[in-house]
């Protein structure tokens, strides 16, 4: 059974910076792109980032210049540092990823999440 997940969530005042992590673990066989969404409470949860297997690294215009997604692939890792945070960040982040694993039988192809951390940006 595939999990991810996350650290790094936290208090931080205005223009401050925090590190979300994502750990997959798992029997897994490869994991393809991987992302990082939010979701804001009543709101359906939107894409902040996400990271290609290659490195190429797609952003939310809201977030394009503070964030910056990156990933460890002998880990199987992704990361978002958020800097220059702004209260409007204020959110649930989750970390997904689509990922390759072996069922002892298989091979799957899976879209796996997190189970969220929350990040609040106040004074």
């Known amino acids: 059974q595939v999990q991810l997940v996350e650290s790094g969530g936290g208090l931080v005042q205005p223009g401050g910076s925090l590190r979300l992590s994502c750990a997959a673990s798992?029997?897994?066989?490869?994991?393809?792109?991987m992302g990082w969404y939010r979701q804001y409470p009543g709101k359906q949860r939107e894409r902040v980032a996400l990271?290609?297997?290659?490195?190429?690294?797609e952003y939310a215009g809201s977030v394009k210049g503070r964030f910056t997604i990156s990933r460890d692939n002998a880990k199987r890792t992704v990361y978002l540092q958020m800097n220059s945070l702004k209260p409007e960040d204020t959110a649930r982040y989750y970390c997904?990823?689509?990922?390759?694993?072996?069922?002892?039988?298989?091979?799957?192809?899976?879209?796996?999440w997190g189970q969220g951390t929350q990040v609040t940006v106040s004074s």
């Open positions: 997904n990823a689509r990922v390759r694993s072996n069922d002892g039988v298989r091979i799957l192809t899976t879209i796996e």
């Open positions: 798992g029997n897994i066989v490869g994991v393809d792109d």
């Open positions: 990271i290609f297997s290659n490195n190429y690294a």
